[in-house]
């Protein structure tokens, strides 16, 4: 079966700092890639996907994501990150396998 | 509007009873999805259907049952023998890309969850 693994499961940073989130898939053939985040007392929406094509792909809010096939990657950056950003992020793969999720706190 | 609907919000039953969480979408998709949501755990996939009256398991589905007799509804059943059903539960629907076969479907969109509380 598929799978997702995400390495971090809580990051902390400080308004302005970069933001890198990893996340790694266990599937050989075609991927499906998404991240999704769920912001508290909200649902959970899709902040980006990767079907084919550029694999650096661009989401709402400045996030983006880069697709390396060859490490079978997907990890979720963001240049500058603000306070409202501070949630839970999740990664998922093809017939929507999530990883754990990973917890951002931005401190103001 | 569209969109996906669960009901109720929050759920409590007494340990050994069997409870149905229900969900429903209007958004013409033809798979939907349940996944329990509990803390450091993510979300875990119980049950998906790609189409009606089909269905299958997924990574946990002992101790909970599906239907999928119409296109808009997916129910769960939180049996008695799931040993520890108090969590969130999460119901999603993704519509299938064209031209793929097999589970190739566009994002999921979520309801709002049921929190399950059994004492």
């Known amino acids: 079966a598929q799978s997702v693994s995400q390495h971090n499961h809580h990051v902390i940073l400080s308004e302005a700092a970069s933001l890198e989130l990893g996340c790694n898939y266990s599937y050989g053939g075609t991927v499906n890639l998404f991240w999704y985040v769920q912001y508290p007392g909200q649902h959970l929406q899709l902040l980006l996907k990767y079907f084919s094509g550029d694999p650096l792909v661009k989401g709402i809010k400045g996030f983006e994501a880069e697709f390396i096939k060859s490490k079978f990657s997907f990890n979720l950056r963001k240049p500058s990150v603000q306070w409202s950003d501070t949630a839970e992020y999740f990664c998922?793969?093809?017939?929507?396998?999530f990883g754990a999720g990973t917890r951002l706190t931005v401190k103001p | 509007d569209g969109g996906i609907t669960q009901s109720p919000k929050y759920l409590f039953r007494k340990e050994g009873q069997n409870v149905t969480l229900s969900c429903e979408q209007n958004?013409?998709?033809?798979?939907m999805y349940w996944y329990r949501q509990d803390p450091g755990q993510g979300l875990r996939l119980i049950y998906y259907?790609?189409?009606?009256?089909?269905?299958q398991k997924g990574d946990i589905a002992e101790g909970y049952s599906v239907s999928r007799e119409k296109k808009e509804s997916f129910p769960l059943t939180v049996t008695s023998a799931q040993k520890n059903p108090t969590a969130f539960y999460l119901c999603a629907s993704a519509k299938r890309r064209v031209g793929y076969l097999g589970g190739m479907n566009t994002e999921a969109f979520f309801g709002q969850g049921t929190r399950l509380t059994v004492v």
């Open positions: 998922a793969v093809n017939d929507m396998r």
């Open positions: 958004l013409n998709h033809d798979a």
């Open positions: 259907s790609q189409i009606v009256n089909d269905f």
